[in-house]
């Protein structure tokens, strides 16, 4: 079985000042048209488009933001939140988007159990 994806993609950015910038970006990609296993879904190139705003100190910057991503499981578009600190150490700048993380941990706390009714 063969299946062709293609996809393009981009991103623009625009410096309001020396410490805040904006960021949009997208990626459309074509769907294969045939339904492969749950393993390889996850390496098939999909949609997606969102946005982030930056915020630039000396040795850390912190970007915030939304993508929407479509999800090929459930054939519908998912949302996830953009929280992405970078540290800049010696030259060299570490970055990790903890956005999905965060979603996650929001959507699986269920808290205390409610209080027992009265009949």
């Given at each position: 079985?063969n299946a062709?994806?293609f996809?393009v993609?981009?991103?623009?950015?625009?410096?309001?000042?020396n410490?805040l910038s904006?960021?949009?970006?997208g990626r459309?990609?074509?769907?294969p048209?045939?339904?492969?296993s749950p393993?390889v879904?996850s390496m098939?190139?999909?949609?997606?488009f969102?946005g982030?705003a930056?915020?630039?100190f000396?040795y850390?910057?912190l970007?915030g933001?939304?993508?929407?991503?479509f999800?090929?499981?459930t054939?519908?578009?998912?949302?996830?939140p953009?929280i992405?600190?970078?540290?800049k150490?010696?030259g060299a700048?570490?970055?990790?988007d903890v956005?999905?993380?965060?979603?996650n941990?929001i959507?699986n706390?269920?808290?205390?159990?409610?209080p027992?009714?009265?009949?």
């Open positions: 079985m062709v994806v996809s993609g981009g991103s623009l950015s625009y410096s309001l000042n410490q904006l960021t949009a970006f459309y990609a074509t769907t048209g045939v339904i492969f393993a879904m098939i190139s999909t949609s997606r969102g982030y930056t915020y630039d000396d850390f910057s970007s933001g939304v993508r929407r991503e999800n090929p499981y054939n519908n578009w998912d949302t996830y953009i992405m600190p970078t540290f150490i010696g700048e570490i970055s990790i956005g999905p993380a965060v979603k941990a959507q706390h269920q808290g205390p159990p409610p027992p009714q009265r009949k």
